[in-house]
């Protein structure tokens, strides 16, 4: 290797390498709402849906009288016009959310004060998604997203019939419907063929193993994964705790993928704002701990809702080899938790864990995601690099390099059995 790379840094210098070597790295985001371009249908761009995103919903009823009742009434131009004006003429884009789309809104020169949004909307309505993709990839510095999909989702799944593979893109089997709302969807399943029935009969559990091995043929999931209440409990008596071992730990076994579990929302604490209207609560960790002793045969993707969860994670982490705690999810990902959080794994995991993924909604918040997530963590790895330099080890510039590409590619690739 080439003497740069080889040069031993100073603790001076430390950070302004942490910095260029984060912004070469291109990293895999592995959880997102984003869609290949054959799924375009439901893929959300754009300036009016960068605006309308619910994070922003949920802040424009503290700072504009307007009712839900009558916000949603409006179309989404309306919506977006008025949340711009009241979010970011009206007062000052400095929330973690506002100032995220400013950031987009610069890295693709388009102005970042306008009294409306007629430049912008000019913008998106002249690129073409195929092309835009990639160019908004390369802005926020990532290789590759990985989707939510649901199989049950009507609005989805008829357009896997004819989709296909997008080298920038990987699928996931989203299991929310089935796992959490199997009374409201197994005739859905029955509707497709499958011979199963309300009750959890030998023959529906084998049923619903030939719907997930189905799906995973036509979505080549990197995991399977589920959102759980912040009550979940396992075991427990109930359906959601039968289908996880009877059908999809078995099934994620089978094909050798991980099942991620983000653990810790409470579903619509508000309904009256739609999507924006979910809160977060501290969920009983005893629950994972079984499920990670009782499959050691399963590998767990694990990101947790609460900021109070996050200590004991990264202790369990420590316990079980077959969990890897990733990002800072949802109400997390604000440098002020982002900090506290990668620290404190840094500290008790090394490199062995996965610090962030986007969950982006809209696809040109992975610019701003990122751009946050690099300028956030570049100051705490080299503090702790200064502080292995402090107590004697040399640090290079190859291994700083190795570290990122362990924390932002390789740890994941690893977990689901990906090539590099
Ligand atoms: O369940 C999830 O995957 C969450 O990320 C929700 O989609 C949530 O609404 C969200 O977008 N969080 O960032
Ligand atoms: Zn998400």
Redesign the pocket.
Same mark, same amino acid.
């Given at each position: 290797m080439n003497q740069l790379v080889e040069e031993r840094l100073s603790k001076q210098n430390l950070l302004s390498v942490v910095e260029e070597e984060l912004s070469a790295t291109q990293i895999i985001d592995i959880h997102t709402?984003l869609f290949k371009p054959s799924l375009g249908a439901v893929g959300l761009w754009g300036i009016d849906e960068l605006v309308t995103y619910?994070y922003l919903e949920a802040e424009l009823f503290r700072s504009n009288d307007i009712t839900p009742e009558k916000y949603w009434t409006l179309t989404k131009r309306e919506q977006a016009d008025l949340i711009w004006k009241t979010l970011f003429v009206d007062n000052p884009p400095v929330s973690e959310a506002t100032r995220g789309v400013i950031a987009v809104l610069q890295a693709l020169d388009l102005p970042t004060d306008s009294a409306d949004l007629s430049e912008a909307r000019k913008f998106f309505a002249s690129q073409t998604l195929e092309g835009h993709i990639p160019k908004v990839f390369r802005l926020a510095g990532i290789s590759e997203a990985v989707m939510?999909n649901d199989p049950l989702d009507p609005a989805e799944a008829p357009l896997w019939k004819n989709s296909a593979p997008h080298k920038l893109f990987h699928g996931v089997i989203r299991l929310d419907r089935v796992l959490e709302k199997w009374p409201e969807h197994w005739q859905k399943l029955q509707a497709e063929g499958y011979r199963v029935e309300q009750n959890l009969t030998p023959p529906t559990i084998a049923e619903v193993r030939r719907f997930l091995a189905d799906w995973c043929k036509v979505m080549q999931p990197v995991y399977m994964a589920v959102?759980l209440t912040d009550d979940f409990r396992y075991p427990e008596d109930s359906i959601r705790a039968t289908l996880l071992r009877e059908t999809v730990l078995p099934a994620c076994r089978e094909f050798n993928i991980p099942l991620s579990l983000?653990i810790g929302?409470r579903r619509q604490v508000n309904p009256a704002i739609r999507?924006a209207g @979910?809160g977060v609560g501290k969920a009983d960790l005893r629950a994972l701990e079984n499920l990670c002793r009782e499959f050691p045969h399963n590998r767990f993707l694990v990101s947790l809702l609460s900021r109070e969860n996050q200590h004991e994670l990264t202790v369990y982490a420590r316990k079980f080899a077959n969990m890897m705690p990733f990002g800072c999810?949802?109400f997390l990902n604000n440098p002020s938790i982002v900090e506290e959080m990668t620290r404190e794994r840094i500290e008790m995991l090394g490199m062995s864990f996965i610090p962030q993924h986007s @969950?982006a909604?809209v696809l040109e918040q992975v610019i701003y995601k990122w751009r946050n997530t690099r300028r956030t963590m570049a100051p705490i790895l080299a503090n702790s690099y200064a502080l292995l330099v402090e107590d004697g080890r040399p640090v290079t510039r190859a291994h700083i390099r190795q570290d990122l590409d362990r924390l932002f590619r390789k740890n994941f690739q690893k977990f689901c059995g990906l090539s590099n």
């Open positions: 709402h619910h939510t959102s983000m929302v999507l @979910d999810w949802w @969950d909604r």
